[in-house]
């Protein structure tokens, strides 16, 4: 008979000494055949952000705009969405096992699930796990066998919003990234050549306080 694997998320917290911010998502893994042996599996998992799932105060509508647009529309806005699709490799196991599942994060403000993660201050961001994958297993003579994980596993965890902030401030302390365009990466360069303007920050700061002097009168 072929494995029936269970999935539960634990916990979360960052990878410690990474090259870039990593969350490691710890995973028990339950057989319902406790005797069978599993040899490994080759776990993948797509994660969506259940948006709908909590409550939005003002400030989070505010920060949020530029994702879901004016909140009158959020009935229609407000959709689920695709985080990441994640792998990882379960060891041999008999009964139950855990595993960390390594989530690349990005401060990219191009990819929507940066732009939520940056808009929500504060309480829990919902999450839902959808796995899939390979299972080696022994087939009761000793013989390898093999075996989908069935689509209907799945999960739900609540991503604490402070976890993930702490993390990117580890990474990127009062930093945000900013991805522009060629040409227009060539027009503030310019800009801040001939203005004899030393950093970018200074270069924006100059830029924004032209445009709200210009609004003020």
Known sequence: MSPDLDFQVESVAPVPFAATPLLGFRIAVT???????????????????????????????????????????????????????????????????????????TFDFNIGATKYFHGIENGEIPLCFLFSGTIFYDGGDGAPQVAPISWSKEARFRLPAETWREMMEVYYPNITWLCLRRDVFERLHQYKIRNGIPTWEAAFERMLSACEEAVIS
């Open 31 to 105: 057989n319902g055949k406790p005797e069978q042996a599993i040899y490994s599996v080759a776990l993948r998992a797509q994660i969506q952000i259940e948006v709908t799932r909590r409550p939005y105060s003002e400030e989070d509508q505010e920060r949020l705009r530029d994702l879901f647009d004016a909140p009158e529309r959020w009935g229609q806005t407000l959709r689920n969405m695709l985080w990441i699709n994640a792998t990882t490799t379960v060891r041999p196991f008999t009964g139950s096992t855990t595993v960390e599942l390594q989530v690349p994060c």
